[in-house]
């Protein structure tokens, strides 16, 4: 069965950077894009950036362009989010996505917090 398990969240100060990783198993890892959302408290969660399936092609929201970037290692099955000059207003729970067969898979999130 399709797994995607997140990590590499925490606490930082603003300005400050993180790595998110998200290990995925039980699909053809290569042959699909895959996606970072997020859902800050009280809001509905938002996409934030997507990678292709060869790594090629990526897209952000507008309030992370210049400042995540998305990658993957398909020879590892894991998708990464690199977070530089982190805002307060970037805390939220990260999930790992991926969309297969017309249905959504989610990993459990990790929690990204930063302080001012």
């Known amino acids: 069965q399709v797994q995607l398990v997140e990590s590499g969240g925490g606490l930082v100060q603003a300005g400050g950077s993180l790595r998110l990783s998200c290990a995925a198993s039980?699909?053809?890892?290569?042959?699909?894009?895959m996606n970072w959302y997020r859902q800050a408290a009280g809001k509905e969660r938002e996409l934030v950036a997507t990678?292709?399936?060869?790594?090629?092609?990526?897209n952000y929201a507008d309030s992370v362009k210049g400042r995540f970037t998305i990658s993957r290692d398909n020879a590892k099955n894991t998708v990464y989010l690199q977070m530089n000059s982190l805002k307060p207003e970037d805390t939220a729970v990260y999930y790992c996505?991926?969309?297969?067969?017309?249905?959504?898979?989610w990993g459990q999130g990790t929690q990204v917090s930063v302080s001012s």
């Open positions: 996505n991926v969309r297969r067969m017309s249905t959504q898979y």
């Open positions: 039980g699909f053809a890892f290569s042959n699909y894009a």
């Open positions: 990678i292709s399936g060869v790594g090629r092609s990526t």
